[in-house]
């Protein structure tokens, strides 16, 4: 398959690592990986905070990249923005586009997906050829639990990795707090909720805490190391891309 990778704002300005990890698995699997280099921001802070059309060019954008019938997949690190294309483009463009628009939506969010659901349900696979020495517990994000529904599907890709100690995470379904823009405008909440997580991540005894989002990362990753916890994040896509050769190949670059 010929999938493009969309890195989203987060991916491309903090968390790039996730974006390259991405187009190493996917590329391990198989498939041909292209970037398109005028993709920008999906538009979801936009519309989550009522700005909808100002999302307008943004959503154009988005589809004179991915719509394109030479593209099988676009695939993203992140249930998030994978949420936002696949339920908020179609009501920014019904309302402030026009049908040509209209149609391209249909057609990019119909190929969109986030990585989980792209392993499992589009190549049928759960065993990527990962290896991941580390005590790991998992965060399950809630664009992806709730808007996405790719339910245990992260928890089964990681089960095959080798080598990875994988550890339940108490209340594993509760929010880290995040939310955009919520985290600002309610910060004592937000702050309540982030302390909420860290108490059950702590609690594991993980090295690693892993989630499909940036965002929740960024947050958790925060505050985890304000407390000096020594508990570190790490992305699900990088836990994936990770195997025993590039482990090595690593520590040949940095000696």
């Given at each position: 398959m010929r999938v493009a990778l969309f890195a989203t704002c987060l991916g491309d300005t903090l968390f790039p690592d996730a974006v390259k990890a991405t187009a190493v698995l996917l590329t391990r699997l198989g498939q041909e990986v292209v970037f398109p280099p005028g993709q920008t921001c999906c538009g979801q802070m936009h519309v989550n905070t009522g700005y909808q059309a100002d999302a307008l060019p943004l959503v154009r954008n988005y589809t004179a990249d991915f719509a394109d019938e030479s593209v099988d997949a676009v695939v993203a690190p992140s249930g998030s923005c994978v949420g936002s294309i696949?339920?908020?483009?179609?009501?920014?463009?019904?309302?402030y586009g026009d049908p040509s628009l209209?149609?391209?939506?249909?057609?990019?969010?119909?190929?969109?997906?986030?990585?989980?659901?792209?392993?499992?349900?589009?190549?049928?696979?759960t065993d990527v050829g990962a290896r991941f020495p580390h005590r790991v517990t998992y965060h399950p994000?809630?664009?992806?639990?709730?808007?996405?529904?790719?339910?245990?599907?992260?928890?089964?890709?990681?089960?095959?990795?080798?080598?990875?100690?994988?550890?339940?995470?108490?209340?594993?379904?509760?929010?880290?707090?995040?939310?955009?823009?919520?985290?600002?405008?309610?910060?004592?909440?937000?702050?309540?909720m982030l302390s909420d997580k860290m108490r059950a991540v702590t609690t594991t005894g993980a090295e690693f805490c892993s989630a499909?989002?940036?965002?929740?990362?960024?947050?958790?990753?925060?505050?985890?190391?304000?407390?000096?916890?020594?508990?570190?994040?790490?992305?699900?896509?990088?836990?994936?891309?990770?195997?025993?050769?590039?482990?090595?190949?690593?520590?040949?670059?940095?000696a």
């Amino acid at each position: 398959m010929r999938v493009a990778l969309f890195a989203t704002c987060l991916g491309d300005t903090l968390f790039p690592d996730a974006v390259k990890a991405t187009a190493v698995l996917l590329t391990r699997l198989g498939q041909e990986v292209v970037f398109p280099p005028g993709q920008t921001c999906c538009g979801q802070m936009h519309v989550n905070t009522g700005y909808q059309a100002d999302a307008l060019p943004l959503v154009r954008n988005y589809t004179a990249d991915f719509a394109d019938e030479s593209v099988d997949a676009v695939v993203a690190p992140s249930g998030s923005c994978v949420g936002s294309i696949r339920h908020q483009h179609e009501i920014v463009a019904e309302r402030y586009g026009d049908p040509s628009l209209r149609e391209r939506v249909e057609r990019a969010c119909a190929k969109t997906y986030e990585l989980s659901e792209f392993l499992v349900d589009v190549l049928g696979v759960t065993d990527v050829g990962a290896r991941f020495p580390h005590r790991v517990t998992y965060h399950p994000t809630c664009h992806s639990l709730r808007m996405l529904r790719v339910g245990d599907k992260p928890l089964r890709l990681l089960e095959q990795v080798r080598e990875i100690e994988l550890v339940e995470l108490p209340r594993a379904e509760e929010c880290c707090g995040f939310g955009g823009t919520f985290a600002l405008k309610n910060s004592e909440t937000s702050t309540a909720m982030l302390s909420d997580k860290m108490r059950a991540v702590t609690t594991t005894g993980a090295e690693f805490c892993s989630a499909g989002d940036a965002s929740c990362l960024m947050h958790i990753g925060g505050g985890l190391s304000r407390l000096r916890t020594g508990i570190g994040t790490v992305h699900l896509a990088e836990i994936l891309a990770s195997t025993e050769q590039r482990d090595r190949s690593r520590e040949e670059v940095s000696a």
